[in-house]
Structures are given as C-alpha cells and as structure tokens.
C-alpha cells in the first residue's frame, strides 16, 4: 500500500506544489544550458564543460555544507572504517549524500548522457531511449502491485538499486527529464498560450486522478513517477518559453535572473532549515508534524530570505566566493 497520506486536500496540494518540481527543474537545467549556445553559435562541447565545471563547484560546495550529516549518517550504518569509506564513495558518485543532494548526484550523468546521445543518435532517439529506462521506474514505484511478478521487471530493479540506491538517479529518472529539455532547446516553437494554459490545468487535474487512484487501490509506494509528471512538465515548459513571446519579455528576463539564483539556493539550503526547524518543533509542536504543507512553506519561506541575504553578501567583493552557491 501507498504509505503516504490519502486524504484529497493533502495529495492535492502535493501534486500542486510538490511533485512536479524535480521533473521540470532537471528539464529547465537542459533547456537553458542548450539555448545559449543556439542562440550564440557556440559549440556545444565547450558549454558542456563549462555546464559540468559550474555543477561540480556547487557539489563540492554542497558537499562541505552538509558534511557533518553525511558523515554521521555513514557512521551509524557502517562497521569499520573501510566500510564508511566505501559507503562515501558510493553515496557521493552515485547515490546522493544526503537530502537533495541526489539531483547533482544525478544532473552529471543525466546532462552528459543526453549531449552525446544527441550528438550521435539525433535527439528524438534520444528520448525514446531515455523513456525505456525511465519506464520501470513509473512501473515499480507506482504500479509495484501490478507488476511485481514480472521477472524482467525484478531484475532491472535489483540492477539499479543495488548501485544507485533508488530510481532518482542520473540514468533512470533525469536522463528522460534533460531529453525533453533538450527538445525544447532544439524544436520549441511558440504556439497558443491560452491553449496550452488549458493543457497545464488539465494536466495538473489528471496527475492528481492518478495520484488518488494509485494510492486508493494500493498499486505504488510514492508519488514521485507518475505518468501525468510528464505532460505537467512539457506544458509547463511551453507556458514558461512562451511568457516572454506575449509582452511580458522585459519583466520576467530581469525576475527569472534573480529568481534563477535564489532557486539553486533554495535547492541547496532548504534541508538545512527542515533539519533545524525538525530539531526545534519535531517533538513539541503538533501542527509541524500533522500539515506537512505548512512545514513547506515555513522552510520555503525562509530559505528564500536567506537566499537574497546571500545573493546580497556575494556583491561584496570580500564575499564574492559566495557566488560559488549558485
């Protein structure tokens, strides 16, 4: 059975603010990194380097901050000192250290799978391909109960989770999500912006639909693959790309740069602040365990504060290494 909760309300406001996120943040990553050497003519293999030089930075960056959670953790689930050291270099390469860290554990093979299969197999190849491996993932989280007799289906899973932990990796989850952000870069052309609004909603109301039926007859574990993450991700795109084409150009280049920045802030910090405010109200405050939704917005809320507070301090020039964070 779904372990999460199946109360209407709190599955709505999961797939709403929650579930679509890392889907449309992976395609973005792609989009954005491939559009501007199409629009400056610059060969995509220097980009590429430079791509993967800024999201190892950040890593390393990320690595440092939490540290003293990834360290301990392996501590308590190894025996001796190879074991931990072993357990480290497993975590770090493959698997996500700790909390989000697992989308730059996954960003690395996904973006450099995605530019050398384009380069050799044509983009559209490239996301049948990356479908293929991002299907089981939909099959055995979400639809474990119907396929959980498939012997094929078996052995992928104990191939895949054996070395990478779990399907939010680079080869199974983002690899699929960088493709479709590759074919916005390379074919997006701007179409009705009211229709694909339209398309949006109702995206957005059949991803809940399967959310409840999938967790109603018992068929998953999670909500994280569902089939409808994908349409709610292409026409979130489009509506995105398509903003600027309807006069709102100026507006939203000079609030997407910032907002640009303080998003890998976000991404970074936020497990920062739960784990503080988990410390703090975990034990003594009811309504921090009971409205996971209000604990979103807490730690939104204040992560997004601290993120202009850095954006802020980076303008100094004492401060700049700062920047490194986003």
């Not at 996120?21 to 980009?47: A, D, N």
């Not at 890593?59 to 003293?68: R, V």
């Not at 809940?208 to 569902?226: N, P, R, S, T």
């Amino acid at each position: 059975m779904c372990d999460l909760p199946t109360g209407n309300s709190d599955l709505l406001s999961r797939m709403l603010l929650l579930a679509w996120q890392t889907p449309c943040f992976l395609s973005l990553q792609r989009t954005f990194y491939l559009q501007k050497p199409k629009k400056q003519k610059e060969k995509w293999g220097g980009v590429l380097k430079n791509y993967i030089k800024r999201i190892a930075i950040l890593y390393g960056a990320a690595l440092i901050l939490y540290s003293p959670q990834i360290i301990s953790s392996c501590l308590r689930a190894s025996d001796n000192g190879f074991e931990v050291v072993l357990r480290l270099v497993k975590k770090i390469l493959f698997q996500g250290p700790y909390g989000p860290l697992w989308f730059l554990t996954a960003l690395f093979p996904a973006v450099i799978l995605t530019y050398f299969s384009s380069k050799y197999l044509g983009a559209w190849k490239t996301v049948a391909i990356s479908f293929a491996l991002y299907l089981p993932s939909v099959l055995d989280t979400e639809y474990s109960a119907l396929f959980s007799n498939c012997a094929p289906m078996q052995y992928y899973t104990k191939f895949i989770l054996k070395i990478f932990g779990s399907y939010a990796n680079g080869l199974t989850f983002g690899f699929f999500f960088c493709a479709i952000g590759m074919i916005f870069a390379f074919e997006f052309e701007s179409g009705d912006l009211r229709k694909d609004l339209l398309a949006l909603i109702l995206s957005f109301a059949a991803l809940f639909a399967e959310a409840h039926i999938v967790c109603k007859y018992g068929w998953g574990k999670d909500y994280w693959a569902l089939f409808f993450l994908t349409p709610v991700c292409i026409y979130g795109m489009r509506v995105l790309l398509e903003l600027p084409k309807h006069g709102a150009e100026s507006k939203l280049v000079a609030k997407a740069k910032s907002l640009q920045k303080m998003s890998v802030l976000i991404f970074i910090f936020h497990c920062l602040f739960l784990d503080g405010f988990n410390l703090v109200l975990g034990s003594s405050a009811a309504w921090w365990n009971n409205y996971p939704i209000l604990r979103y917005g807490l730690v939104v809320i204040f992560t997004m504060l601290f993120s202009v507070l850095i954006i802020w301090l980076s303008g100094y020039d004492r401060l700049k290494f700062l920047r490194y964070l986003y």
